[in-house]
């Protein structure tokens, strides 16, 4: 509950957070950040929200039972876990992020008694609609606001010519209504859109086609999917840009170690990079190449990171990352680095706003389509704070300043917030941002995380 300050306990986030999330809840938490300080510190930010939900995806399509350390637990990923018990999945725990799941195998799913609620999980739903296209029961997929606007075209029309039929508004989103169809083509698909999202629902319908399924992509995206079916022993072909399997295998149950989220830590390197007087350590932090590009660009405007200790746990590349305060200069984000750090944008335009010069980022336009349209919603946050900062249709340009303190309206969408919440490290003036409960979704703990470091934040119960 708020205390009389208004101060928000993470106990109450952590029980609130994912109903209020799940049903466009309206906004009940504001973030309040004094300017100026630095970052320190050695911190471990919360497992990877991708390799979360594959987790549970795959651990329940196991014969047998798998366990899961480092889960995220964060709405989005629970959201996943909710869905697969729905569906008759015995899932232990999360127990300080430790899972026991008891795989039904690839055919052992159950009709759930209701829709599934997937509250603001684009990978959720896009990923479920690949893998629920070839059971032999119907099902319907349903989200919050923010996802019932996002296009589910992009999966629903290949899975249809692999004669999935799922029926979807005329607008072509949620609520998605599947009807299974257990005797699924397999599929050879071009994708027009460099999406993991898109190649994982895929990959995961031709678990259940007949045949070799393959997908190519326009150019590398996260290749979690890929990785974690190798390690429950499922064959999987990938060569250049394809990635190929055939229908009807068995996934062997296994561990999952999930590694600290690098779209989560983004906000810490950014926050380092541009607090004068900042030096941290985020410790065992996912380094897959295919994840990589913020670290890239952040080296590309005159970052200080440095990867040390760099292991291999449960088949993901893993690394400690220090950061240090450095001047920043602007650049042209190489467009081919855009999928390799397509959710750390919020927090590269904050690196942007505080650098000398201009900062030009094109080939961006799937920013427009996330939780928020992320082109316009940070840059009307950058403009609020006296920034110039141009939207373009695929991307945006960003003259650095100084920052002032403002209000800034975050949209519901997690990274915006807390891309904000770094901002003020280098603003003149508080900064408040509203809108704040979906950071719960990828990053539960972020406030008092970001506290230990040094951010003067605090999240307050929003007047209603
Ligand atoms: O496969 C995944 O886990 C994800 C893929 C990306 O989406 P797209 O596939 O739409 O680029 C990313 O933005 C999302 O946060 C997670
Ligand atoms: C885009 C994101 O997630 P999703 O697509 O799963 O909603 C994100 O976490 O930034």
Redo the contacts with the bound molecule.
Sequence with gaps: MPNRRGIISSAYWSSKESDLSAHGSPNTVKFHVSPGGALQGKLRVPGD?SISHRSIMLGSLAAGVSEVSGFLEGA?ALATLAAFRAMGVEIEGPEQGRLRIHGVGLHGLQAPAAPLDLG????SMRLLCGLLAGQTFDVELVGDQSLSRRPMQRVTGPLASMGARIEATDAGTAPLRIHGNPNLQSLAYRMPVASA?VKSAILLAGLYARGQTCVTEPAPTRDHTERMLRGFGYPIDVSGETACLEGGGCLQPTHVEVPADI?SAAFFLVGASIAEGSDIVLEHVGINPTRTGIIDILRLMGASIELSNQREVGGEPVADIRVVSQPLQGIEVPPELVPLAI?EFPAIFIAAACAEGETVVTGAEELRV??SDRISTMADGLVALGIDARPQPDGIRIRGGQLTGGRINSHGDH?IAMAFAMAALRANGAITIDDCANVNT?FPGFVELAQTAGLQVAAEAAEE
Aim: glycine share 8%; hydrophobic share 0%.
């Design positions: 929200k989005d603001n999980s684009g990978t999202q779209s959710d996330k939780e990274r990828s």
